[in-house]
């Protein structure tokens, strides 16, 4: 089996494009988390004098696999640097650098780049898959079973830069799933992620957990991909390209939650899957209609084992 080394940074949505893209390509996993040495861990990788001067040492253990997944503009570089004969270096997400110093690069859309050497791809890489998605569902359903449908799946990102997500934006949103409750007699149930203030986690349990509603506390399995599976619908806060990507390979209508601030990338991609009819801005209001997955993993993953020769 082709090994694939995957180079990227403690990021949820990195790790999980790097990973997916692994497992559907039929590549052994061997991750590794870049952690980075002073002074270079306070710069943008563009102004690092060399990797290895940035970079801490297990990224470079030998031996090389044949694959290398840079994922992201650190692992991307990183990538590039080990990049020989008898080992590929593909770049996840726009490198910020010269495209040729990659055997592949995967974009999304709204990256906004072509090449030769580039794969496009509508969404964000990721590990949804059908199968996974029916396995989730004969674990999860029992666990969701005492909740009303239609069943409501929250996933919550938080401040990122670009996006704020505050006390202001849960309180609104807490007093819309409220409503949603009492009136429509619906189930909710909610994840938060790392990003998710805990002033706004709090806010949501003291107003929606006397309701019903059910808030993901941290401990245990993790119940992401069952509530994927088992969501007769999904809200996304919009701040998160790789959860929207997520929510929209399942057959589930999406509603997107947008929140203040700006990024003229991400903000095409939200608006590119409102155009397409595949998700909806989310008013208050649930409105379930007929839709199907938006996956193009699978298809990168071909095209990356084709087009290496793998």
Not at 166 to 187: M, S, V, Y
Request: charged content about 20%; glycine content about 10%; overall charge positive.
């Amino acid at each position: 089996m082709v090994t694939a080394r995957i180079l990227c940074t403690d990021i949820a949505g990195l790790r999980s494009q790097g990973i997916g893209l692994a497992e559907a390509a039929g590549m052994e996993v061997d991750m590794r988390t870049l952690a980075f040495l002073p002074p270079w861990d306070k710069v943008s990788p563009r102004l690092w004098p060399g990797i290895r001067w940035a970079v801490k040492s297990e990224a470079f253990a030998p031996p090389l696999p044949q694959v290398l997944l840079g994922c992201g503009g650190a692992g991307a570089r990183v990538a590039a640097s080990l990049r020989g004969p008898g080992v590929k270096a593909v770049a996840i997400q726009h490198p910020r650098m010269n495209l040729n110093k990659f055997d592949l690069v995967m974009a999304a859309r709204h990256d906004g780049i072509t090449g030769g050497n580039v794969i496009v791809t509508r969404t964000a890489l990721h590990r949804v898959t059908q199968p996974r998605l029916a396995a989730e569902l004969l674990k999860w359903a029992p666990v969701f079973a005492p909740y009303q449908h239609p069943l409501l799946a929250v996933l919550l990102g938080g401040s990122n830069g670009r996006y704020r997500f505050e006390p202001a934006q849960g309180r609104e949103l807490a007093g819309q799933l409220a409503a949603l409750i009492r009136q429509e007699k619906i189930g909710v149930v909610i994840t938060p992620s790392r990003r998710t203030g805990p002033e706004i986690v709090k806010i949501l349990r003291e107003t929606l957990e006397p309701l019903g509603a059910w808030i993901w506390d941290g401990a245990g399995e993790n119940p992401y991909f069952g509530m994927l599976a088992c969501a007769d619908a999904i809200l996304c806060t919009a701040d998160s390209v790789s959860m929207v990507s997520e929510a929209v390979a399942t057959s589930a209508p999406v509603f997107l939650l947008r929140l203040p601030g700006k990024s003229a990338r991400i903000g095409a991609f939200m608006d590119s899957l409102v155009d397409a009819g595949r998700v909806r801005d989310f008013a208050g209001k649930l409105e379930l209609w007929d839709t199907g997955p938006l996956d193009d993993t699978q298809m990168a993953a071909q095209q990356m084992r084709d087009r290496l020769g793998l």
